[in-house]
């Protein structure tokens, strides 16, 4: 596996073999990578002749300085874990190579699929900070096909819109969550939390799976859904920021869970750590 | 030649040659085709493989609604002339293939390059609507290189700003403004001047004419050239929105002109029809 850390040196690492026809694939990452990062990397190895992986933690993106300044960076340890899984390129820009002296551009789209949820908690910049580096990032590598992971819906749901509104010629794939044994989400963030939190952010997902099983069992009413998954989270001691139930496809809130597909979505703070999740929920076959 | 009208239609026609390793250029415009824009095909034809013309009058980019419903067009003529200069496909999408239900997405530029003199003048959605469809565009076509004219000089130098900053892998080709036999600069919107009007036109070129002189015989104040420029507008009862010396590369007012490049930039209202022109202005090495 080779590193590189230019524009230039990426596109010149990938010519060649684009040139013969070969299929590019993206895999963007924060870095800190888990297995949740590994799950894209080894599907985008089974789909696409080269993978690159990129590493870069987005400062536009993060709303709060403090949670930038914690977020793990431990690029030596990344790069092992990407070489077996088969990565072909890591790309490991410093932050003067994606935002040089004089950028100015920004991509930002709009309406309820960037406004609400991670949108309203992270404040605007939030989401404008994907959009721009995420475009900025399909630019570089032009891969065939880029892996995003569905533990993050929105921002999966706001790369598609982007891509479709600029015309991006990249096919995103979601790939589903990873989680621990316990039912906890994969996440950078987890390593930060201490034992006792480690066992209350358990109770996200108990809440996600407890609303599966009602959805499973034929309850179509979000109230209802959303009354018992919150009952769960404060069994845990998890007071969230949000716990939602919206359409998957518009994030509108919805109001039952129908043939349309439907996502319910938590996040909170576990001591001082911000983690979310979330499920799709739709109602069996003999309901709709 | 064909002309397509989708995007699917347009990336199908040109895989084959993409796949072979032919390189494509993109030459954009908003039809009503005069010679600048045949010259842009010309140069094009010469450096590429695959010329693509796209003609779209793109409604975000006019602040105007008045401005925008009488902006001419006129497919057939446009398709015959494009012909005529070797232009291989011809990309006229209807707006709703450009701009679908649901669009939501905004590329947008900040500082003076896109905030000073047409930004200013056109609003601050002008450049906006123009680096948002440039990047669909570009997006579409994925082509290697793309022409724009030298008229439009501040557009130019954003569309410049905009690949840089979203790394977009396409060369920008910015080609001479050409001329009337009475120097005006080429534009779709000359065919709107009465004679009345087209014979005051000319003294928009006159005037930068003049501040060439005027440079090449050592002149290097920016005061002296403008306050020589404005009176030579004013002769032809042309009152400027805008006459401008800025620095070529940031757009910011230039109080000489030097060894960097200038911009000698004006914008007026002739009757009912706004034309824009500008020369490049350097000192001749004696004087530097």
Redesign the interface.
């Known amino acids: 596996m080779k590193t590189v850390r230019t524009?230039r040196d990426l596109?010149a690492a990938l010519s060649t073999q684009r040139?013969a026809?070969a299929s590019v694939a993206l895999v963007p990452t924060m870095g800190a990578l888990h297995d949740g990062h590994l799950e894209l990397a080894r599907r985008a190895r089974a789909e696409n002749d080269v993978v690159v992986m990129s590493v870069f933690v987005n400062p536009a993106q993060f709303d709060d300085p403090a949670d930038l300044a914690a977020y793990p960076r431990e690029e030596a340890a990344d790069a092992e874990l990407a070489v077996g899984v088969g990565v072909d390129l890591l790309f490991a820009p410093p932050a003067e190579e994606v935002y040089p002296p004089?950028?100015?551009?920004?991509?930002?789209?709009?309406?309820p699929?960037v406004l609400s949820l991670e949108g309203a908690q992270r404040g605007v910049g939030h989401f404008r900070g994907v959009?721009t580096v995420v475009?900025?990032?399909l630019?570089?590598a032009?891969p065939h096909r880029a892996y995003f992971g569905a533990k993050d819906a929105q921002q999966a749901r706001v790369v598609r819109?982007?891509v479709a509104?600029?015309?991006?010629?990249t096919e995103i794939v979601t790939v589903p969550t990873v989680r621990e044994p316990d039912g906890l989400a994969m996440s950078s963030r987890n390593r930060r939390l201490d034992p006792a939190e480690r066992a209350r952010a358990v109770g996200l997902f108990a809440a996600l799976r407890r609303a599966q099983q009602m959805t499973s069992g034929g309850e179509r009413r979000a109230e209802v859904i959303l009354v018992e998954a919150g009952r769960i989270l404060a069994e845990h001691r998890i007071a969230p920021e949000y716990l939602a139930l919206v359409d998957a496809d518009t994030f509108l809130p919805a109001g039952t869970v129908g043939a349309r597909s439907a996502l319910l979505l938590v996040a909170a703070q576990i001591g001082d750590t911000r983690l979310i999740d979330n499920v799709r929920l739709e109602a069996p076959p003999s309901v709709r």
């Open positions: 524009v596109r040139s026809g004089g950028f100015s551009a920004w991509v930002q789209l709009d309406g699929i959009t475009t900025k990032l630019g570089m032009a819109a982007l509104d600029l015309n991006i010629d």
